[in-house]
C-alpha cells in the first residue's frame, strides 16, 4: 500500500497550492522473523518511514539517552527504522549508533556525506554477541557482588569509527565553525521553548 504525504505549502487547512506533485510513502507492512513455536514464524510489522527533514548529512540533535544534547551526523536509515549517526568521534566523543527518530531534532544544517561509507553497516553489526559458555547458578551465586570484566572493544569495530570519521572530517572542516558547532552541546535557556525555535 502506498499514501501519499501532503507537503506544507500543498492545499490544506490553509496553505498555499503549488503544482509539485505529492511524495508517495510505501506504508505496507514488513514481514519479520520471529522465534517460538506458536508464533507462526512471521509477523507483519509496520514499515517506519523518515521524516521528509532527515536526509543523509543532516545534523541532528540528540534528545535522549548518553549523549543527550549532542550535535551529530546522520548517514543513513537501517532496516529496523533507526537511523545511523555518528559524531564524528573525534570532534564531540559520539561513536557510530543506532537512535530512534522521535528523539532526534533535525537542523537545517547539512553537509554533503558519501552514502558508501555507510552501506556495510547493518542491524546486525549493533547485534550484542551471546554469551559463548553459560554459568551455572552456584558460579553466578558467587560472582554476585564483584565487578564484571569488561570485554575489549572489537578493533574492527575501532577501525569501521575511523574510517568514517575520517571521511566526514574531510567535509566537515572544509566548512568554517562547523567543528565548533558539532563540539558544543544543544541545550534550552530559561524562557526558551523547542517549538518555538528555528533550527
Not at 51 to 78: N, Y
Amino acid at each position: 500500500m502506498v499514501r501519499t504525504t501532503i507537503k506544507p505549502h500543498q492545499t490544506r487547512r490553509g496553505f498555499r497550492a503549488t503544482g509539485s506533485s505529492p511524495i508517495a510513502v510505501d506504508v505496507s507492512p514488513k514481514e519479520v522473523k520471529v522465534g517460538g513455536e506458536k508464533n507462526g514464524g512471521t509477523q507483519n510489522h509496520p514499515r517506519s518511514t523518515l521524516r521528509p527533514s532527515i536526509t543523509p548529512g543532516t545534523i541532528l540533535i540528540l534528545l535522549a539517552g548518553r549523549f543527550r544534547g549532542k550535535r551529530v551526523v546522520f548517514l543513513k536509515q537501517l532496516e529496523s527504522g533507526l537511523l545511523l549517526i555518528t559524531g564524528p568521534y573525534k570532534v564531540n566523543g559520539v561513536p557510530l549508533r543506532r537512535v530512534n527518530q522521535a528523539y532526534v531534532i533535525a537542523t537545517s544544517t547539512k553537509i554533503e556525506v558519501d552514502t558508501q561509507i555507510a552501506e556495510k553497516f547493518t542491524d546486525a553489526y549493533f547485534a550484542k554477541e551471546a554469551a559463548s559458555v553459560k554459568q551455572s547458578a552456584e558460579a553466578e551465586f558467587f560472582e554476585e557482588g564483584k565487578p564484571k570484566v569488561k570485554a575489549a572493544f572489537p578493533e574492527s569495530k575501532a577501525a569501521d569509527q575511523k574510517q568514517v570519521d575520517k571521511a566526514v572530517l574531510e567535509v566537515v572542516k572544509a566548512k568554517e565553525n562547523l567543528a565548533k558547532y558539532l563540539k558544543a552541546s544543544w541545550g534550552l535557556s530559561k524562557g526558551q521553548f523547542p517549538h518555538q525555535i528555528v533550527f
